[in-house]
């Protein structure tokens, strides 16, 4: 028998974290084509060896779903920035230049909070997005 699958109208908020959170790496990790941000490993979008590496960690809400904050990393240099983040920080200066990691640095600090419709919201435009890369290959 065939169960109805709930709309996101009917998740809860953690649940619609969860969803946000896989819609959303698997966009930054196919804009940063499966390339890690720190040492330059590549991957496959099938392998799942790259993840979402957040410079500042999911906790910051404000910035957990920002493309300056997140980028493509193997999982041993995502891990390795929560204890040391020089290498993460040189690449980010790198990538994205002072004057967008300082904005970025001054974000992170604030609060951030999601409401059900923001997420919602936000789903609906990554998966819009994650749809549009899979039938043309190139947004990027
Ligand atoms: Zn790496």
Redesign the pocket.
């Known amino acids: 028998m065939k169960t109805k699958r709930k709309t996101l109208d009917q998740k809860t908020w953690k649940k619609l974290i969860k969803i946000l959170d896989d819609e959303y790496s698997l966009y930054i990790r196919r804009r940063d084509k499966f390339k890690?941000?720190?040492?330059?490993?590549k991957g496959f979008e099938k392998d799942g060896v790259m993840d979402n590496g957040h410079y500042f960690g999911r906790a910051h809400f404000s910035v957990r779903y920002n493309d300056d904050n997140c980028h493509c990393?193997?999982?041993?240099?995502?891990y390795?920035h929560t204890i040391d983040k020089t290498k993460y920080t040189i690449a980010l200066l790198n990538k994205i230049g002072k004057d967008r990691f300082e904005k970025l640095s001054i974000k992170a600090n604030h609060s951030g909070n999601f409401t059900r419709y923001d997420l919602i919201t936000m789903i609906k435009y990554y998966r819009k997005i994650n749809q549009e890369y899979e039938t043309k290959k190139q947004i990027w």
Do not use: I, L, S
């Open positions: 890690c941000v720190c040492c330059g490993k990393q193997c999982k041993k240099c995502n390795t």
